[in-house]
Protein backbone atom coordinates (compact mmCIF):
# COMPACT_ATOMS: atom_id res chain seq x y z
CA UNK A 1 0.00 0.00 0.00
CA UNK A 2 1.22 3.50 -0.36
CA UNK A 3 -0.58 6.75 -0.19
CA UNK A 4 0.07 10.06 -2.45
CA UNK A 5 0.12 13.56 -1.86
CA UNK A 6 0.21 15.98 -4.63
CA UNK A 7 1.28 19.23 -3.93
CA UNK A 8 2.68 22.37 -6.58
CA UNK A 9 -0.66 23.11 -7.90
CA UNK A 10 -1.83 27.02 -8.90
CA UNK A 11 -2.79 29.69 -10.44
CA UNK A 12 -0.07 31.04 -13.28
CA UNK A 13 -0.29 33.25 -16.92
CA UNK A 14 0.08 31.47 -19.59
CA UNK A 15 3.70 30.83 -20.57
CA UNK A 16 4.77 30.73 -17.00
CA UNK A 17 6.16 27.71 -15.10
CA UNK A 18 5.00 24.97 -12.16
CA UNK A 19 6.76 22.60 -10.71
CA UNK A 20 3.99 19.56 -9.34
CA UNK A 21 5.39 16.93 -6.67
CA UNK A 22 4.09 13.82 -5.54
CA UNK A 23 5.67 12.33 -2.25
CA UNK A 24 4.70 8.54 -1.41
CA UNK A 25 4.01 7.03 1.98
CA UNK A 26 6.06 4.14 1.04
CA UNK A 27 9.22 2.79 2.60
CA UNK A 28 12.55 4.08 0.56
CA UNK A 29 12.91 0.80 -0.86
CA UNK A 30 8.70 0.03 -1.67
CA UNK A 31 8.71 3.35 -3.59
CA UNK A 32 12.04 2.66 -5.57
CA UNK A 33 10.11 -0.30 -7.28
CA UNK A 34 7.03 1.63 -8.64
CA UNK A 35 6.51 3.36 -11.59
CA UNK A 36 5.11 6.40 -11.15
CA UNK A 37 2.71 8.62 -13.52
CA UNK A 38 0.95 11.91 -14.08
CA UNK A 39 -2.33 12.29 -15.42
CA UNK A 40 -5.00 15.58 -15.71
CA UNK A 41 -8.56 15.66 -15.89
CA UNK A 42 -10.63 18.76 -17.15
CA UNK A 43 -13.77 19.26 -16.49
CA UNK A 44 -16.02 17.19 -18.37
CA UNK A 45 -12.98 15.28 -20.18
CA UNK A 46 -11.87 12.14 -19.23
CA UNK A 47 -8.46 11.76 -16.68
CA UNK A 48 -5.61 11.74 -19.40
CA UNK A 49 -2.01 10.52 -19.60
CA UNK A 50 0.33 13.15 -19.11
CA UNK A 51 4.13 11.73 -18.21
CA UNK A 52 5.19 8.40 -16.57
CA UNK A 53 8.73 7.15 -15.16
CA UNK A 54 10.26 3.78 -14.34
CA UNK A 55 11.31 2.96 -11.05
CA UNK A 56 15.14 3.74 -11.95
CA UNK A 57 13.93 7.05 -13.68
CA UNK A 58 15.74 5.89 -16.73
CA UNK A 59 12.85 5.61 -18.85
CA UNK A 60 10.35 8.26 -19.30
CA UNK A 61 7.08 8.80 -21.40
CA UNK A 62 5.38 12.02 -22.38
CA UNK A 63 1.83 12.50 -24.25
CA UNK A 64 2.52 14.26 -27.34
CA UNK A 65 0.38 17.53 -26.36
CA UNK A 66 3.27 17.95 -23.04
CA UNK A 67 6.43 16.99 -25.03
CA UNK A 68 9.05 19.47 -25.02
CA UNK A 69 7.24 21.02 -22.06
CA UNK A 70 6.89 19.18 -18.98
CA UNK A 71 9.14 17.09 -17.74
CA UNK A 72 9.16 14.04 -15.51
CA UNK A 73 11.79 12.92 -12.93
CA UNK A 74 12.23 11.41 -9.21
CA UNK A 75 13.82 11.54 -5.92
CA UNK A 76 13.23 8.13 -4.52
CA UNK A 77 15.73 8.98 -1.80
CA UNK A 78 13.05 11.44 -1.26
CA UNK A 79 10.25 8.82 -1.94
CA UNK A 80 8.87 12.26 -4.15
CA UNK A 81 8.35 12.28 -8.09
CA UNK A 82 8.06 15.95 -9.87
CA UNK A 83 6.29 17.32 -12.92
CA UNK A 84 8.11 20.72 -13.99
CA UNK A 85 5.62 22.45 -16.41
CA UNK A 86 7.56 24.73 -18.59
CA UNK A 87 5.23 27.29 -21.56
CA UNK A 88 2.22 26.47 -19.86
CA UNK A 89 -0.59 26.81 -22.19
CA UNK A 90 -4.19 27.56 -20.96
CA UNK A 91 -5.38 24.12 -22.43
CA UNK A 92 -3.24 22.51 -19.57
CA UNK A 93 -5.81 23.88 -17.42
CA UNK A 94 -6.88 20.51 -15.46
CA UNK A 95 -6.91 18.77 -11.87
CA UNK A 96 -3.28 16.63 -11.94
CA UNK A 97 -2.92 13.48 -10.43
CA UNK A 98 -0.12 11.18 -9.45
CA UNK A 99 -0.50 7.57 -9.79
CA UNK A 100 2.36 4.87 -8.42
CA UNK A 101 2.46 1.26 -9.81
CA UNK A 102 4.32 -1.97 -8.80
CA UNK A 103 3.42 -4.46 -10.89
CA UNK A 104 5.06 -4.07 -14.34
CA UNK A 105 6.95 -1.78 -16.92
CA UNK A 106 5.81 1.78 -16.84
CA UNK A 107 2.25 2.60 -18.26
CA UNK A 108 1.15 5.51 -19.85
CA UNK A 109 -2.49 3.98 -19.36
CA UNK A 110 -4.97 4.93 -16.48
CA UNK A 111 -5.71 1.23 -16.08
CA UNK A 112 -2.29 0.72 -15.39
CA UNK A 113 -1.90 2.18 -12.13
CA UNK A 114 -3.19 0.81 -9.23
CA UNK A 115 -2.34 4.02 -6.86
CA UNK A 116 -3.87 7.69 -7.08
CA UNK A 117 -3.42 10.47 -5.69
CA UNK A 118 -6.21 13.05 -4.95
CA UNK A 119 -5.14 15.53 -7.12
CA UNK A 120 -3.82 19.44 -7.20
CA UNK A 121 -5.58 21.96 -9.64
CA UNK A 122 -3.19 23.76 -12.21
CA UNK A 123 -5.21 26.73 -13.77
CA UNK A 124 -3.53 28.75 -16.73
CA UNK A 125 -4.52 32.09 -17.54
CA UNK A 126 -4.35 33.61 -20.90
Known amino acids: QVQLVESGGGLVQAGGSLRLSCAAS??????????MGWFRQAPGKDREFVAA????????FYADSVKGRFTISRDNAKRTVYLQMNSLKPDDTAVYFC?????????????????WGQGTQVTVSS
Open 99 to 115: AADDRSGTPTSRGGYNY
Open 53 to 60: ISWSGGST
Open 26 to 35: ARTRTFSRYA
